[in-house]
C-alpha cells in the first residue's frame, strides 16, 4: 500500500523534548507541510480519532513513547523517523529511518521531505 494523503501532507511529530518538536514542527509548516505537535501517546490518539492521519511520524524514541503499544500501532502504519540517543537503550522499531542525537533539525526536516517525496510502501 502506497501513503498518499491529498492537499498539504500531514505529519505527526511526537516528542516530550518540546524544542525537537515545535522546531521541526516549524521548519515543516514553513516548507508547507502541516505539522502537529504532540507529546504523548495520547495526543496522536486524539489526532488520529478525529480523522488525521498522517503522512508520516517523526518519533522521539525515549522509554515510555517509542515503547507504548499505541505508538508502536502507529509506526507500523505510518512511514516513521526516529530521533534516537546513543546512550539511552531503547527498542527501536522498524522505521524509515533512525537519526541519531545530536542531530540537526534540518537533517530531519529534509529526511521527512524525502519520504513524502518518494512515498511509502507498507
Known amino acids: 500500500m502506497l501513503y498518499f494523503c491529498p492537499g498539504m501532507p500531514i505529519v505527526f ?8 518538536r515545535t522546531s521541526v514542527r516549524a521548519e515543516l509548516r514553513e516548507a508547507g507541510i502541516e505539522a502537529l505537535g504532540m507529546e504523548s501517546a495520547d495526543d496522536a490518539g486524539k489526532s488520529l480519532a478525529s480523522g488525521q492521519l498522517p503522512s508520516a511520524v517523526v518519533l ?3 522509554a515510555g513513547l517509542a515503547d507504548d503499544p499505541r505508538i508502536a500501532s502507529l509506526v507500523a502504519r505510518a512511514p516513521t523517523i526516529l530521533v534516537a540517543s546513543r546512550t539511552e537503550p531503547v527498542a527501536l522499531p522498524p522505521v524509515a529511518a533512525v537519526l541519531y542525537r ?20 507498507a
Open 13 to 20: 511529530v511526537i516528542a516530550r523534548d518540546w524544542t525537537l
Open 60 to 62: 522521539e524514541a525515549i
Open 102 to 121: 545530536p542531530v540537526r533539525i534540518g537533517d530531519v526536516v529534509a529526511k521527512v521531505k524525502d519520504l513524502l517525496r518518494k512515498g511509502h510502501a
